[in-house]
């Protein structure tokens, strides 16, 4: 009457969790790669922007006010604090990541079961 009845084998079962755990850390670090990538392109695009900015505010303060050099100060001026603003965020995110690697790296390290979805604390910034 039960042999149709088919159990789960344990070490299967353990496979399958290291193989969901190790994919979980393979997509956080494939983020957090690509979030540094885009914070590296985008320091260095601050870095030459911030570098014009300069040498334009410079000319502009030996007397060589020109408007439309006056217009690209202010111009360069908020792009500065639009990149800012993304290299913030990108840093926020990526001290997410790290802080999620970390606690899969002590639940991994505990063998400690992933906890229900209702037991999780939201992480709130």
Same mark, same amino acid.
């Given at each position: 009457m039960f042999s149709a009845l088919r159990l789960r084998h344990r070490t299967r079962?353990?496979?399958?969790?290291?193989?969901?755990?190790?994919r979980l850390f393979q997509t956080m670090e494939t983020c957090e790669l690509g979030l540094q990538a885009e914070k590296r392109r985008l320091e260095k695009r601050?870095?030459?922007?911030?570098?014009?900015?300069?040498?334009?505010?410079?000319?502009?303060?030996?007397?060589? +006010?020109?408007? #439309?050099l006056?217009?690209?100060v202010?111009?360069?001026?908020? *792009?500065?604090k639009v990149y800012s603003d993304?290299?913030?965020?990108?840093?926020?995110?990526?001290?997410?990541?790290?802080c +999620?690697?970390? #606690?899969?790296q002590t639940r991994a390290d505990m063998n400690d079961? *992933?906890?229900a979805a209702d037991q999780v604390r939201t992480v709130r910034q």
């Amino acid at each position: 009457m039960f042999s149709a009845l088919r159990l789960r084998h344990r070490t299967r079962d353990e496979e399958t969790d290291r193989w969901r755990i190790n994919r979980l850390f393979q997509t956080m670090e494939t983020c957090e790669l690509g979030l540094q990538a885009e914070k590296r392109r985008l320091e260095k695009r601050r870095e030459n922007v911030a570098a014009t900015a300069a040498f334009a505010q410079a000319r502009c303060e030996n007397g060589t +006010l020109e408007v #439309a050099l006056s217009t690209q100060v202010e111009e360069m001026t908020c *792009i500065l604090k639009v990149y800012s603003d993304r290299l913030e965020s990108l840093q926020r995110q990526i001290d997410l990541i790290r802080c +999620l690697r970390q #606690a899969a790296q002590t639940r991994a390290d505990m063998n400690d079961p *992933i906890p229900a979805a209702d037991q999780v604390r939201t992480v709130r910034q």
